[in-house]
Nanobody, 116 residues
């Protein structure tokens, strides 16, 4: 029912930029947090999230380099990735979470590759 579709992944050189997009559809309320995670060996780790009220949280490794933004009415979230590093290489997953609605859904992921 609820779907998240990511796009914008691809290849970049160190120091380059990419912008990820995630569009949510289905039975979604209006009080959901959305964000981005990437895959660690055992678990997905926080990249950036934004609550319905606009509060942002960033992982320490991306602070000052990545910027999350959101179109609340369209259930779309973006991740502007600047000054990319090879260690940013990963599959990035979009997430939508709503405690009130018991919502916790993930996209299929979009691959980001940073290399010379």
């Amino acid at each position: 029912q609820v779907q998240l579709v990511e796009s914008g992944g691809g290849s970049a050189q160190p120091g380059g930029s990419l912008r990820l997009s995630c569009a949510a559809s289905g039975n979604i309320g209006s009080m959901n947090a959305m964000g981005w995670y990437r895959q660690a060996p055992e678990k997905r780790v926080l990249v950036a999230t934004m609550t319905a009220g606009g509060t942002t949280t960033y992982g320490d490794s991306v602070k000052g380099r990545f910027t999350i933004s959101r179109e609340k009415d369209k259930n779309t979230v973006y991740l502007k990735m600047d000054n990319l590093k090879p260690e940013d290489t990963d599959v990035y997953y979009c997430n939508i979470y709503g405690l009130r609605n018991g919502l916790n859904k993930w996209g299929k992921g979009t691959l980001v590759t940073v290399s010379s």
